[in-house]
């Protein structure tokens, strides 16, 4: 009898159990008198890196600028991963309305897909581009490997942790960062300079992530002697003295440039002025400062003494420099690095 | 008969074998969660994104349990009192999801349901796409989980005398009279450990969720698509607090799951 008592109470246990989850898990929905009412959202997608200085920092800037122009409240759905897997995500359909891409290529490929118009980013001011940051290279600290540019990436013994240019923005900047910074140091035979370059860096390569982010948590882990990398991505914590290794700037390296792209057929009618503001908003002063605090170089060039931690690079170069993403993916990433390096390393 | 004696010996290995593969690496989840001091694991549990996450995956999971007690219960009935041509292909492609790897679920998933998929074309005129939302992670969280309802229902219905059935049918009971009051009562059991199966594996699926939620936060991030995130954001604190206390309700569940058949048993 005892035992079917304690059975019985340990199924009204369980019961009970049960009935607090579920009063847990509806609670937020639970129609609660007094309650604010229910604000407006705003989908945000975003690559890797951007996710602190959006959720924490630019975003609510909005919410509360908005909040003082109009009384309504805004609130962020927001996701952030490798550039391309966001530009996957996006062609088969996510609700994002806006979305800040790694590279250009990326809107690119949105347009292809019939997401967004063809260049419709460029419409947008500075062409779409909302910030920057330079390729640079973390090594462990102290340097015990001694590496000081791109060439000694190559050097035998050395373990490069890279981004995975498949799903990662960051890795296409950091393969035109690689061929770059050779072929502008040979600038008669910029292609055979180019190659090698990343036929080096290549045959080291130990570890790929599916994004820069997920790269760099594989170094902090403990994998390989240098990481490839966005400044913005390291500053921080460099400053902070948190991060386990040490920035290097090479002699030259690409700053990349980052897209924003409007995807219109997301946006109802009443949410125009909204994401209007908002998009205006992200090339506001206020806006660029909060990102030159956060480690991102504003296109303002004014703005970016803002950040005295901000590294010097002898010789930056962009996209533009080799005739832009399109050309770069098609002569550089597809026609040297896939089709050329990643076979050398294969064998 | 159970031996006793230089049982040490052979238990002891067999400690030793699962203390790294098993034991040890749920007791690091713990460790890390509280390295910071329950102040900073509390903090980090309570984030806005932490705590949607959590009651997210505990809902879908409440909703799974729910859709498919009824609907593993309603094919177990079926497969086990109807014989009829094409019944083993049935069942087995029944039991398929068990089978399929989960992103292979999730992929074929957006496949159909995803804007260049069959239904998906259809429903897009309407202004309906079930994929990256609420209703996706539901869809894939329904699939996975199917055949656990079903396994623990069918071998009870198969056990069951058809002379209790058939005694309600002579006293005058209807169909469902028969099934609410005879069948019903017969398949406790079953209900109960195949409900908490469910729940238990919709609470903690991560790899066709992956492929269909979206991974919004605040909208479809599930809590471990959340821990996942976090970590590969290098947040191992935030990531470790969510992951203890999923470990935890499972245990929670499991608990409960043994107490019963153990309890079924004696």
Redesign the interface.
């Given at each position: 009898m005892a035992s079917d008592r304690s059975?019985r109470l340990?199924g009204r246990l369980?019961l009970l159990?049960g009935g607090a989850?579920?009063l847990?898990?509806?609670?937020?929905w639970l129609p609660v008198p007094g309650r604010a009412e229910q604000p407006r959202t705003v989908?945000f997608y975003g690559f890797?890196i951007l996710?602190e200085a959006m959720n924490d920092d630019v975003l609510p800037a909005f919410a509360r600028s908005w909040r003082r122009a109009t009384g309504e409240r805004v609130?962020f759905?927001?996701?952030?991963?490798g550039s391309g897997t966001v530009t996957n995500?996006l062609i088969?359909?996510?609700?994002a309305q806006c979305a800040l891409l790694s590279l250009e290529l990326d809107a690119q490929r949105l347009a292809d897909a019939g997401v967004v118009p063809a260049g419709s980013w460029r419409r947008l001011p500075h062409g779409g581009v909302v910030n920057r940051t330079p390729f640079v290279l973390v090594v462990r600290p102290g340097n015990p490997k001694g590496i000081h540019d791109f060439p000694d990436l190559a050097r035998p013994g050395v373990r490069v942790v890279h981004p995975d240019p498949l799903t990662s923005g960051g890795a296409n900047w950091a393969i035109l960062a690689e061929y770059g910074a050779a072929a502008r140091r040979l600038p008669d035979q910029p292609r055979q300079a180019g190659f090698q370059a990343l036929l080096g860096v290549w045959r080291n390569v130990t570890a790929q992530a599916?994004?820069a982010?997920?790269a760099?948590?594989q170094f902090?882990n403990g994998f390989g002697d240098v990481l490839v990398t966005y400044e913005q991505d390291v500053l921080e914590d460099a400053q902070a003295g948190t991060l386990p290794g040490e920035i290097v700037y090479p002699a030259s390296t690409v700053l990349s440039e980052h897209t924003l792209v409007v995807l219109d057929k997301n946006i109802a009618p009443s949410e125009r002025p909204l994401i209007d503001a908002l998009v205006r908003f992200l090339w506001s002063e206020e806006a660029q400062r909060l990102f030159v605090r956060r480690g991102f170089r504003s296109v303002d060039e004014r703005l970016n003494a803002g950040n005295p931690a901000f590294g010097t690079i002898r010789d930056p170069f962009l996209v533009a420099d080799f005739g832009g993403w399109k050309r770069v993916k098609r002569e550089i990433v597809d026609g040297i690095w896939k089709e050329r390096v990643m076979r050398e390393v294969g064998k | 008969m159970r031996q006793r004696t230089g049982a040490s010996i052979p238990v002891g290995i067999l400690v030793l074998v699962l203390l790294p593969l098993i034991l040890m690496p749920i007791a690091a989840v713990f460790v890390f969660a509280f390295r910071g001091g329950p102040a900073a694991f509390l903090k980090s549990l309570g984030s806005e994104d932490a705590q949607f996450a959590l009651r997210f995956s505990l809902l879908i999971a409440f909703f799974t349990a729910a859709i498919n007690a009824v609907l593993g219960t309603w094919a177990a009935y079926v497969l086990a009192k109807h014989r009829f041509p094409g019944e083993r292909p049935l069942a087995i492609a029944i039991n398929l999801p068990v089978a399929i790897p989960t992103v292979v679920v999730g992929t074929s998933l957006l496949l159909l349901w995803g804007p260049i998929g069959l239904f998906g074309k259809a429903l897009a005129p309407l202004g309906l796409q079930p994929m990256f939302t609420p209703v996706g992670v539901l869809l894939a969280h329904l699939f996975v989980t199917f055949p656990y309802m079903l396994g623990a229902v069918k071998p009870l219905l198969d056990e069951l005398e058809v002379t209790y059935e058939e005694a309600a049918y002579t006293l005058g009971a209807g169909k469902w009279q028969t099934f609410r009051w005879v069948i019903l009562p017969a398949l406790r059991g079953g209900l109960f450990s195949g409900t908490l199966l469910t729940f238990a594996h919709s609470l903690g699926e991560f790899g066709a969720t992956v492929m269909v939620s979206g991974n919004l936060r605040l909208r479809t991030q599930t809590a471990p698509l959340y821990i996942f995130a976090q970590f590969e954001a290098g947040n191992v604190a935030q990531a470790n607090a969510v992951a203890a206390v999923l470990a935890a309700l499972s245990f929670a569940i499991f608990f409960f799951l043994l107490r019963y058949s153990g309890r079924k048993r004696a």
């Open positions: 059975s340990q369980a159990g989850l579920l847990y898990a509806l609670w937020p989908v890797s996710g609130e759905a927001t996701a952030f991963a995500q088969l359909g996510v609700p599916a994004s982010r997920a760099r948590t902090e | -």
